[in-house]
């Protein structure tokens, strides 16, 4: 199964999510298309656990660097949290978020693919907040932090990561609390 996905991840690189065909990942994982649809039901399925893999990478390196930044700070303060979040000039982050889009652009159409990146995002959300709990706890206590910023600014970026979040993430009062507060001077 290793060679299939590997070589469904080359396929992806060369020609994109639309062009990969489930025959050319078969040559190249040395496999057959009956095969790939045992272990996989159909394309569909291969994408979903391609792609889902790909998407739960992207997250994780997302808060793995953000640990590595701020794991070593004893005393955090607010102004480190922002230095330590990735910057959309990051190379790293220009290369993830183009393969985040088509990867939730994929789950619109392609339900396991759906099912999938909601699992991992509810798990990657609760990952984030008992980080960011860990992280609070190591501020000063002039510093205060409003955690709403990372499940509400975060999501809002992305409005396809709400709908991925379902109730996980926060309700439409929650998020209109939010927005008066924070446009208030």
Do not use: C
């Not at 979040?85 to 789950?107: C, F, K, N, Y």
């Not at 619109?108 to 099912?115: F, G, R």
């Not at 970026?157 to 979040?165: C, G, I």
């Amino acid at each position: 199964m290793e060679r299939i996905l590997i070589s469904a991840r080359k396929e992806i690189a060369a020609k994109g999510i639309l062009g990969l065909r489930v025959a050319d990942v078969a040559e190249g994982a040395f496999s057959s298309v009956t095969q790939i649809y045992r272990y996989f039901g159909d394309r569909n399925g291969l994408l979903a656990r391609v792609l889902g893999d790909w998407y739960e990478e992207s997250l994780d390196q997302s808060l793995t660097t953000i640990q590595k930044r701020l794991d070593v700070i004893e005393n955090v303060t607010i102004d480190d949290i922002a230095d330590a979040l990735p910057s959309p000039t990051e190379d790293w982050v220009r290369v993830h978020s183009g393969m985040r889009l088509q990867i939730l652009a994929t789950s619109v159409t392609n339900s396991a693919l759906q099912e999938r990146l909601k699992a991992i995002a509810s798990v990657h959300l609760l990952r984030w907040n008992e980080y960011i709990e860990r992280v609070a706890s190591r501020l000063g206590d002039e510093e205060e932090l409003d955690d709403r910023v990372f499940t509400i600014m975060i999501a809002m970026q992305m409005p396809y990561y709400r709908f991925l979040l379902d109730d996980g993430g926060f309700s439409e009062s929650e998020y209109r609390d939010f927005l008066r507060q924070k446009l208030r001077r």
